[in-house]
């Protein structure tokens, strides 16, 4: 590995000028080899400033900071799996420059208090942290949080994910009273009823490994409810991590005939597939001729591995190809991670004992540009859906046209990079990826003008 | 004397029936016919002299475990039973410390029975020496089981080669139904399963089986039918609406028996609810397997034991 330097929010300003870098912005319907000067931490045209070398950058791309809307940073109370500290290494080494840390800590994020005070503790880390306040109070699905209090104290988002607002009357509830706010309710679509007892998404595999299915509908459901209380209160829904076809069609529907919904998906979610927990390790585009994949396949040395265990599921590949295929058609709005550390001990153990989450921010980028490379998803599509389109639902503008200040993230797409434990900058390395290659090698990281992550490009080799 | 070698087997452990072939499957009901005869002879040898087998279960057994410990004492071995009730698994260690702990000890196999599905594999890939025997995992394999299980139908029917075998009841959370369509499809059976549609329609798309939930219908032509356990608490969780609709509709009873082929055999992998999957007086019928099933768990396992031991010291 390249000498790698983190930075954080707190440097200077940063100047340098990237020769030769093919420029992506999907801002400003860019796709173009140019020179990419910052001064300052601004995005300058022409000529870079007296006595700043220009860096031969050929071969690399630069694209807006990427934008987290899903990350469990795991703090307060959980931080033998991650820290904000961490965390935000592992978002700069994986080209965020921004994640929205998610409120189910212990204690949950349901008060301004804590809100202000994750805030406040994050300003020096290498990435910018926002917060999504839990919907109800102690995430118990009953009361809502002050949402107007929380939103003054910062938070761009409510939700009880890890679960659902399973109760209708609450849902309803908090989009009629978030509406004015102009916040979303942040749904974890999963009915819990029809999930209760599931480990894995229901089907052929599930089968074959007596682990109890997680039907399609538990998602479909709340979804349809959800679609019905936002058309009603006029509040804006956002259902994170979608992990079925069937959801997809009513959001299309319902965005048509003018209500507020909103959508992203993770990187897991587009690439893995249910029969990863029998062993396998194609992603979904790979195994498209060997549709009985998950009856002929129990890898011993793989089945059961309580990494693949996620909340909601791997989907089926045949969801996992409709999911790529949405990004591509705009109806889901961005690719989010849900970035979900665990230290190993809650892994190494019996599938059903597994806690749910995998690992994101720093394999977010890989994933996506295997698709891309496999003729799944544009680069173009995969970098928006990752950057502009997910800034835009917080509020936060990324352009690399001049006069903008420098958010970006610059990455070698020729280079691929082993996924294992010392090339992790989070204090997990809880994924099925481990020991994997995949594709695209962030070089650097720039959030709000400071140079959060060099891999050897800016600094001396 | 030692136990015939069988030239096919080099496995280290058994985890389930589904990736054995139908030579090995065959070998060790050969291998287990062989022992039973022995053991009848009082002619058995001490094939497991020397070696420590832990019995490691996390769930409530009574005819494997003891099945078990028979065969491993009777072959000679050491056994110790990690009562998980009184171990430190009741202070909270894992699986994986609580396994590698009793391997550090000497115990080169170990007998889990766990009520997490996949648990097995997972131990096998966190031991260095010892050979794991799979004694059940949640809702997931019970690969001894599916061999007394092909045993017995093999012997009672002469081959199992075209057979009609009709299993019936909850395959979704049973093991035992898993192992042996695993092993009854591999023998060559043409197997059918019947049950309420949410316990038996996550089946549909399993290699060489059909699905029936119409047990009259599917029981035409059966040369054996398998009833599987039923537990009264899945029932109320949505399989059927009541024990009663069950019985109904699902269980068995020498008349609705009549609909198989004459002389169709009984099983039932116990222990059985009478009056539910089958009636008392079946049980004690003629037509019953049950009590040859039991008696074939002794001389599998052994074989199975022997197996593994020959195996052991490549590893």
Known sequence: ?461 | MTATRIPTWTRRHLLDVDDLSRAELEAVLDLGVELRARRAAGELSDTLRGTAVGLAFYEPSTRTRVSFELAARELGATVTDLSVAGSSVAKGESLVDTLRTLERTGVRMIVLRHAASGAPYLAARSLERAAILNAGDGTHAHPTQALLDALTLREALGSLEGARIVVVGDAVHSRVARSDLHALVRLGASVVLSGPPAWVNPFAEWPGLSVVTDLDAGLAGADAVMALRVQRERAAGGGVPSITEYVARWGLTAERLDRACPGAWLMHPGPANEGVEITAELSGDPRSLIGRQVENGVPIRMAVLSLLTEEMDRW
Not at chain 1, 144 to 168: E, K, N, R, W, Y
Not at chain 1, 179 to 199: I, R, Y
Not at chain 1, 395 to 421: C, H, K, Q, T
């Open chain 1, 1 to 461: 590995m390249v000498m790698a330097r983190f930075g954080s929010l707190a440097d200077p300003s940063a100047t340098f000028a990237l020769a030769g870098v093919r420029v992506i912005d999907p801002a400003t319907n860019t796709d173009a080899v140019r020179d990419l000067v910052v001064a300052d931490g601004v995005i300058r045209n022409g000529e870079a400033p007296a006595g700043i070398p220009r860096l031969d950058a050929a071969g690399l791309v630069a694209a807006p900071g990427l934008c987290d809307l899903h990350t469990h940073l795991r703090t307060p109370g959980d931080e033998r799996a991650e820290t904000i500290a961490s965390g935000m290494r592992a978002a700069a080494h994986g080209g965020f420059t921004t994640v929205c840390a998610m409120p189910n800590t212990d204690p949950p994020l349901d008060d301004p208090l804590r809100v202000r005070g994750l805030l406040a503790n994050a300003t020096h880390a290498a990435a910018r942290v926002r917060v999504v306040a839990a919907a109800t109070r102690g995430r118990a699905g009953e009361q809502l949080t002050d949402h107007g209090a929380l939103a003054a104290a910062g938070a761009i988002g409510f939700s009880d994910d890890g679960l659902a607002v399973a109760s209708a009357a609450v849902a309803r509830q908090a989009l009629s009273y978030l509406a004015p706010l102009g916040l979303p309710l942040v749904q974890h679509a999963e009915e819990p009823n029809l999930a209760a007892g599931s480990l894995m998404r229901g089907g052929p595999t599930a089968t074959r490994l007596g682990l109890g299915g997680w039907p399609a509908s538990a998602e479909l459901t709340i979804i349809e409810r959800d679609l019905a209380l936002a058309a009603e209160t006029g509040g804006w829904i956002h259902f994170t991590h979608l992990a079925t076809a069937a959801g997809l069609e009513p959001i299309r529907r319902a965005r048509a005939s003018g209500v507020r919904v909103t959508c992203d998906v993770a990187p897991h979610h587009l690439a893995l597939t249910d029969a990863w927990v029998a062993g396998d390790r194609r992603f979904a585009w790979e195994n498209g001729r060997d549709p009985g994949s998950g009856w002929a396949g129990l890898d011993p040395e793989l089945a059961y591995d309580g990494t693949c265990r996620v909340n909601p599921p791997l989907p089926t590949r045949e969801d996992a190809m409709a999911l790529l295929a949405a990004l591509a058609d705009g109806t889901l709005d961005a690719i989010a991670t849900d970035h979900a550390p665990h230290p190993p001990e809650r892994k190494a153990v019996p599938f059903a004992e597994a806690a749910p989450g995998l690992i994101g921010l720093e394999t977010a980028l890989g994933i996506g540009l295997a698709a891309v490379m496999a003729g799944h998803l544009e680069l173009s599509t995969l970098l928006a859906a990752l950057s502009t389109r997910p800034a835009a639902l917080i509020g936060e503008s990324r352009s690399l046209a001049a006069g903008s200040n420098a958010d970006l993230v610059v990455f070698d797409p020729r280079r691929s990079w082993r996924v294992e434990r010392s090339a992790l900058a989070s204090r997990s390395a809880n994924t099925p990826l481990l020991g994997m290659d995949l594709p695209g090698v962030v070089r650097l990281t720039v959030a709000a003008g400071r140079i959060t992550y060099d891999a050897g490009l800016i600094g001396s080799k």
